[in-house]
């Protein structure tokens, strides 16, 4: 294999793709030298046929609003990979949505599904249509529409979707009923569900929860614990609640959360019911987190600026990609952050990884880092399967047992002769290594 070869052939063959060329370049960048030890890789065109998604679905969602108003949104679904289980990733509702977001999610969804030690393979789909702002009727014929085509294409064993971005219960809810009303059948097919029908007890904080294991994990690597540590976290959304909850539990205070509109900072710490008013934010379905500040007023609220300037000794970025740059990565270095673990999707630009990795930090990549909500997805599927249900102390015992299972797969194939872990190889070698291996295993298909 040769990166920038192949690079060059993708950029030509899926121009104005950037997030989905980053994605992959880091996965080439960090795989080659194990890759180009093994020639039955390379023969079997291994990675050719990875970087390409089996097939996409795109489709036009016509709704109407409250006011009699009919609108079109561009409806996607990506099946990624199969190789080691059926299709598997969530669907994110966000005006930004477009193909190349979505093909980076799905590729990344491949390795991170693969690490979980589930059989799940790689997939990722959505829609530009904003639900900000929208009511819960034209957000249920919205999900309704969506799933009039997405339904021909998933099944409980085939493709099962779940929430990201923008899509949560109450949208799993929506597009659940319309699936199970098409199809006549009442199965696992999405992850995400309600409590009292089939959806796993933690899976809302499960994302959140798996990052702080996952931390947890690297800073005994160091010795360190989250006892007594400012946390700095972007993002007030699904996956940032869960950290603060686990975070605060773990004896930290966290300082910070961010929407698109700027931080809060405070300094008091996010605990009890303030963790509480973050779901009340969120439920409001404005795009602002500057409220915050009004309710709590020992807060204050910095609008357009990013958490990352805030002297914290972990960073938990958990919001969207790209969110965090070199210059932040480098303010946080020289702040004295010692971790940075990632709860979004690619939220470090490939410069703010540079950074962490040249300064030694402990730097948990989203694939491993955010890999708790999958599992619980995984685990909800084995559920529904079975036909049982767990408490949630028995889910959250698994899933824990899971983010320590990925941390000693990144430790096995990160670690470098002077000892330092480096955590971006280690998860892409071996979610690419078990992929990989049971490609060769079906043949050319
Ligand atoms: P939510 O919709 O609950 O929250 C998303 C948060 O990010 C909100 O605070 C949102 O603000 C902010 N945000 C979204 N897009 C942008 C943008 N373009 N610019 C600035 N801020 C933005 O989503 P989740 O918490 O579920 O997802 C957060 C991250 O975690 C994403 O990267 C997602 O892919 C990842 N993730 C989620 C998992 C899950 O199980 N939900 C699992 C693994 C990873 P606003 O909505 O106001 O724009
Ligand atoms: O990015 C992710 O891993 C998710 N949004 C969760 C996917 C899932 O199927 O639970």
Redesign the pocket.
């Known amino acids: 294999m040769n990166v920038d070869k192949l690079m060059i052939d993708l950029e030509k063959k899926h121009p104005g793709e950037p997030e989905y060329l980053q994605a992959v370049r880091e996965v080439l960048e960090s795989i080659e030298e194990i890759y180009n030890q093994n020639p039955q890789f390379e023969s079997a065109a291994i990675i050719e046929r990875l970087i390409e998604p089996d097939r996409i679905l795109t489709f036009k969602i016509p709704w109407i609003d409250d006011q009699g108003q009919a609108h079109v949104n561009i409806g996607y679904r990506i099946q990624f990979n199969n190789s080691i289980g059926p299709y598997k990733g ?1 669907l ?1 509702f ?1 005006p ?1 949505v477009n193909l190349s977001i979505l093909k980076f ?1 799905g590729f990344e969804q491949i390795f991170k599904n693969s690490l979980t030690t589930l059989p799940m393979g790689g997939a990722k789909g959505g829609s530009d249509f904003n639900p ?1 702002g929208k009511s819960n009727a034209e957000i249920m014929r919205f999900c309704q529409s969506y799933m009039l085509e997405l339904w021909k294409i998933i099944g409980a064993d085939v493709d099962i979707p ?5 899509v ?1 219960g109450k949208e799993i809810g929506y597009m659940y009923g319309m699936y199970k009303k098409l199809s006549g059948e009442h199965t696992g097919v999405m992850t ?1 569900k309600g409590r009292s029908w089939g959806g796993s007890l933690i899976r809302p904080e ?2 959140g929860f798996g990052n702080v294991f996952f931390a947890r994990e690297m800073l005994k690597t160091r010795g360190e614990s989250f006892m007594g540590k400012i946390v700095s976290v972007s ?6 609640w869960g950290a603060i909850t686990k975070a605060t539990d773990f004896g930290a205070r966290v300082v910070t959360i ?3 509109d700027g931080y809060v900072y405070d300094p008091d710490g996010i605990s009890g019911e303030k963790i509480d008013y973050l779901l009340e934010l ?1 439920a409001s379905n ?4 500057k409220p915050y500040s009004y309710e709590f007023p020992d807060s204050q609220f910095h609008e357009g600026k990013k958490s990352w300037e805030v002297k914290c000794d972990i960073a938990l970025p ?4 790209n ?1 965090l740059d070199r210059e932040d990565a480098e303010m946080l270095v020289q702040n004295g952050c010692i971790c940075v673990s990632e ?3 690619m ?1 470090s630009t490939p410069e703010a990884i540079e950074v962490f990795i040249e300064n030694k930090i402990l730097y948990g990549p ?1 694939k491993a880092a ?1 890999a708790g ?2 599992s619980t997805s995984g685990l909800e599927q084995t559920q529904n399967a079975m036909k049982i249900s767990w408490t949630s102390e028995e889910v959250e015992e698994k899933l824990h047992q899971i983010m320590q299972s990925i941390h000693g797969s990144c430790v096995k194939y990160g670690t470098e002769p002077d000892g330092f872990v480096n955590y971006m190889k280690g998860a892409n070698i071996a979610g690419f290594m078990k992929v990989a291996n049971a490609m060769l295993d079906q043949g050319v298909i």
Do not use: M
């Open positions: 969530g994110r966000h930004s999610l900000k779940a929430g990201d971005i923008g949560g995400g499960a994302t993002g007030f959304g699904n996956v940032a961010s929407g698109p969120r404005q795009d602002i987190v958990c919001a969207t990609q969110e709860g979004a999707n939220p989203g955010n909500g999958v």
